[in-house]
T-cell receptor, first 114, second 111 residues
Framework: KAGVTQTPRYLIKTRGQQVTLSCSPISGHRSVSWYQQTPGQGLQFLFEYFSETQRNKGNFPGRFSGRQFSNSRSEMNVSTLELGDSALYLC?????????????FGPGTRLTVL | DAKTTQPTSMDCAEGRAANLPCNHSTISGNEYVYWYRQIHSQGPQYIIHGLKNNETNEMASLIITEDRKSSTLILPHATLRDTAVYYCIVRVDGYGQNFVFGPGTRLSVLP
C-alpha cells in the first residue's frame, strides 16, 4: 500500500506570496492532519480534517487554512507569506480520528520564504 | 504543552538494546502512549503505541509501568539506522485529539 504523499517536496517563495501544499493520504484513510516543523518551535499541529470537515485546529493565524476533498486528499494554503513561515510542512493520515488510530506521516514539503 | 518528559539525548552501542525512557506522570486512564521517531528531515515514523499493557511489534517493545506514569521504548538490537529523534506522546482518548510533540530524545547509535 502506498504511503502518504506530499507535493511539492521543495518550494521557494517570496514574502507576500501565497502557497498551496497538497497531501494524498494512504488509501482508505479518512483523516488528514497537518503539522509545521521549525528548528525553534519543533513539531506543531496546524489542523485536522475528517470527512471534509475541520475537526481540530492549532494555534496558528488565519493565514493558514486547509481543506479536504471527498477523496480524502487535502490541501493547505498559506497566504501573505512571512519569513517565519519557512518550515517543513508535514501531513499525516489515519483511518479515523479516534485516539487508537496511529498517524502515518508523509515526507513533508520544505518551504523556504525569501 | 507536551505532557511528557524525555532525556535530551542518549547514546547506545550498535547491537545493544536501546532503552528510551519517558515520564508522563499526569497521564489519565484513557490516554494512549505513542512513540514516533524522526530521522533527519524526514517525516516522523510511527513505532508503537499502548494504553495499559506492554506491547511488542517488529520494530520495538513498549513497557508501561503499572501506575502508567512512565514507559520505556526498547529497541532490542540497535543499528546505526536507528539514530534518530524519538518522541514519546500521550494522546487523550476521544475524537479530534491531535498529537502534541515535545522535543524528544536524540538517540545516537555508535559503532
Amino acid at each position: 500500500k502506498a504511503g502518504v504523499t506530499q507535493t511539492p517536496r521543495y518550494l521557494i517563495k517570496t514574502r507576500g506570496q501565497q502557497v498551496t501544499l497538497s497531501c494524498s493520504p494512504i488509501s482508505g484513510h479518512r483523516s488528514v492532519s497537518w503539522y509545521q516543523q521549525t528548528p525553534g518551535q519543533g513539531l506543531q499541529f496546524l489542523f485536522e480534517y475528517f470527512s471534509e470537515t475541520q475537526r481540530n485546529k492549532g494555534n496558528f493565524p488565519g493565514r493558514f487554512s486547509g481543506r479536504q476533498f471527498s477523496n480524502s486528499r487535502s490541501e493547505m494554503n498559506v497566504s501573505t507569506l512571512e519569513l517565519g513561515d519557512s518550515a517543513l510542512y508535514l501531513c499525516a493520515s489515519s483511518l479515523g480520528v479516534a485516539s487508537y488510530n496511529e498517524q502515518f506521516f508523509g515526507p513533508g514539503t520544505r518551504l523556504t520564504v525569501l | 504543552d507536551a505532557k511528557t518528559t524525555q532525556p535530551t539525548s542518549m547514546d547506545c552501542a550498535e547491537g545493544r538494546a536501546a532503552n528510551l525512557p519517558c515520564n508522563h506522570s499526569t497521564i489519565s486512564g484513557n490516554e494512549y502512549v505513542y512513540w514516533y521517531r524522526q530521522i533527519h528531515s524526514q517525516g516522523p515514523q510511527y513505532i508503537i503505541h499502548g494504553l495499559k499493557n506492554n506491547e511488542t511489534n517488529e520494530m520495538a517493545s513498549l513497557i508501561i509501568t503499572e501506575d502508567r506514569k512512565s514507559s520505556t521504548l526498547i529497541l532490542p538490537h540497535a543499528t546505526l539506522r536507528d539514530t534518530a529523534v524519538y518522541y514519546c506522546i500521550v494522546r487523550v482518548d476521544g475524537y479530534g485529539q491531535n498529537f502534541v510533540f515535545g522535543p524528544g530524545t536524540r538517540l545516537s547509535v555508535l559503532p
